[in-house]
């Protein structure tokens, strides 16, 4: 009788090998990582934007900016002040794994990183299953989007850390219902951190950037960015 191969479970073994490998070099170096995830248009980078320009002059700060087809995001990165932007191009996968990011760690300068950002393929269903070697995964979810998208993918929601909810300023403008939207993640999730933002306005971002403050590494070149 032919052996059956589980081969999603195969895939995934060897993913989570390799994430467990970046995950271990990056700590050698103080560096946290997160893990963007979204669906598409929930404002990734917007946010890594928003960051980016409040933050680069006291927190060094790497980016992988994923996409399926283009380097649009990276380059608005770049046009924000990042230094160290790679873009990743799946070429049509729907999410990032491990592999990708362990081929394009080595072609990035990664000397005194205090953060690794990795923005994710705007999707809610694939990226939730693969480990990138990710301290954590924040989750963003917008005022545009039904507010009942973590019971639609709980996944995502029980395997992040933060839920970030972006696009506050709109909020009236449709049935979305900020209790609600806390309510369901924290039925699937208790323990998310919440943070409720605007991009667009910056209200709710100060909270956001004391919090990954508190997130950098402490060691003694802190405070000289080099």
């Known amino acids: 009788m032919a052996e059956k191969i589980d081969l999603r479970k195969k895939v995934l073994s060897e993913n989570d090998r390799l994430a467990a490998e970046i995950r271990q070099r990056l700590k050698s170096r103080d560096t946290v990582t997160f893990n963007l995830v979204s669906s598409p248009g929930s404002g990734k980078t917007s946010l890594l934007e928003r960051t980016l320009k409040a933050m680069k002059d006291e927190v060094r700060m790497a980016l992988i900016a994923g996409d399926v087809q283009t380097e649009n995001d990276a380059d608005r990165l770049v046009r924000a002040g990042g230094e160290r932007v790679k873009p990743l191009v799946t070429g049509g ?105 605007s991009c667009r306005t910056g209200e709710g971002l100060d909270e956001w950037f004391n919090w990954l403050r508190q997130r950098v590494p402490e060691r003694a070149d802190a405070a000289v960015l080099t």
Do not use: Q, W
């Open 93 to 197: 996968s729907c999410h990032l794994d491990a592999r990708m990011i362990a081929n394009v760690l080595p072609e990035m300068n990664l000397t005194n990183v205090d953060i690794l950002f990795i923005e994710n393929v705007g999707n809610l269903v694939c990226p939730s299953g693969f480990d990138l070697g990710e301290d954590m995964k924040v989750v963003l979810i917008s005022t545009t989007e039904g507010d009942d998208k973590p019971l639609k993918y709980p996944a995502m929601f029980r395997r992040s850390s933060v839920m970030v909810i972006n696009k506050i300023d709109l909020l009236g403008t449709s049935e979305f219902s900020i209790d609600t939207v806390r309510r369901n993640a924290l039925s699937i999730n208790p323990d998310l951190t919440i943070f409720e933002v």
